[in-house]
C-alpha cells in the first residue's frame, strides 16, 4: 500500500502506472487532495479515484492548512463518507496554528462518525515533546476519538522513530506509547508503516519490523499478524 508523500512531488500518475504493472505487490494507493481548492475539490476526488485508481484520499495537515471544521468544508467530509472512501489524515508534526487541530477533528467525526479515517503516525499527538509521559495527555485525546467511531477509525505507528531523535533502537519510549494505545483501542484498529524512504534516515526496515515482533513484548503472536499486515488488508484491501 501506498500513501502519496507531499515530499516527493504530485506521484499520482507515477504510482498509477506502478499498480498497473505490479498489481500483485501494490495493493492500494492512496492520493494527494488539496481541499482549499473547493471548486474542483470533488472533481479531483473523482479523478484520483477513477483515473488513477486511488481508494482514497490523503490530506496532509499543515502542508495545504485550512480549519477542517468550518461549514464551507462539510461538502468535503460528506463526499469522501457518500462515496465510501477512506481518509487518511495527517495532522502535522509541528507546533503551528494547523498542527494537531483534535478539537477540530472531534467535530468532525462527531457530525461523521461512520467517516473511515486512518490517522497516520499515532495521529502525531505531539509526540515529538519528550515532556509528553506516560499516559501522554495529548495521545489520550486521539484515542479519545475512537469512541465516537470505533468501527472505521484506524491509526498508525509508521515513522514513530522520529518522536525521539536521540533514542536508539529498540525504541523504550516508543514501545510505552504503543503499549497504552494497544491497551486504550486493541490490537484490531492499530496499522504498521514505516514512512519509507524517510525512515531509512534512522531505522533500517528490518529494525522497524524487529520493533514489533521482538521488542513490544506485551503483544501475542496474533496481536503481531494483525498489525504488521492483516488489519491493512482489511482497511485497505476493502
Known amino acids: 500500500m501506498v500513501l502519496q508523500s507531499p515530499c516527493y512531488g504530485d506521484q499520482k500518475e507515477y504510482v498509477s502506472d506502478c499498480m498497473k504493472l ?18 474542483t475539490t470533488v472533481d479531483e476526488i473523482d479523478k484520483l479515484v477513477n483515473l488513477y485508481s486511488c481508494s482514497g484520499i490523503k490530506i496532509e495537515i499543515p502542508d495545504v492548512p485550512f480549519k477542517i471544521d468550518a461549514p464551507e468544508y462539510d461538502f468535503l467530509w460528506r463526499k469522501i463518507v457518500e462515496d465510501d ?3 487518511v489524515l495527517d495532522l502535522g508534526f509541528g507546533d503551528g496554528e ?3 487541530n483534535i478539537e477540530r477533528l472531534t467535530n468532525v467525526i462527531n457530525r461523521y462518525p461512520d467517516i473511515k479515517m486512518v490517522l497516520p503516525h499515532l495521529g502525531i499527538s505531539r509526540l515529538w515533546d519528550l515532556s509528553q509521559k ?9 484515542l479519545k476519538l475512537f469512541n465516537i467511531n470505533k468501527k472505521n477509525l484506524y491509526i498508525d505507528i509508521a515513522a514513530i522513530q522520529f ?7 529498540p525504541d523504550k519510549r516508543n514501545q510505552d506509547i ?3 494505545v494497544y491497551e486504550t483501542i486493541g490490537p484490531d484498529k492499530i496499522l504498521w508503516g514505516t514512512d519509507f524512504p ?13 520493533f514489533v515482533i521482538n521488542q513490544c513484548d ?3 503472536y496474533e496481536d503481531k499478524i494483525k498489525i504488521l499486515g492483516q488489519n491493512a488488508l482489511a482497511v485497505y484491501g476493502e
Open 178 to 180: 504503543v503499549k497504552i
Open 85 to 87: 472512501l477512506l481518509v
Open 134 to 142: 506516560n499516559p501522554y495527555p495529548e495521545l489520550q485525546k486521539t
Open 218 to 220: 506485551f503483544l501475542t
Open 22 to 39: 505490479y498489481p500483485d505487490k501494490i495493493l492500494a494507493t492512496f492520493g494527494k487532495l488539496d481541499p482549499r481548492k473547493r471548486d
Open 98 to 100: 494547523y498542527d494537531f
Open 198 to 210: 524517510t525512515i531509512l534516515k534512522l531505522r533500517t526496515i528490518r529494525q522497524c519490523l524487529d
Open 163 to 169: 518522536f525521539d531523535l536521540n533514542d536508539e533502537h
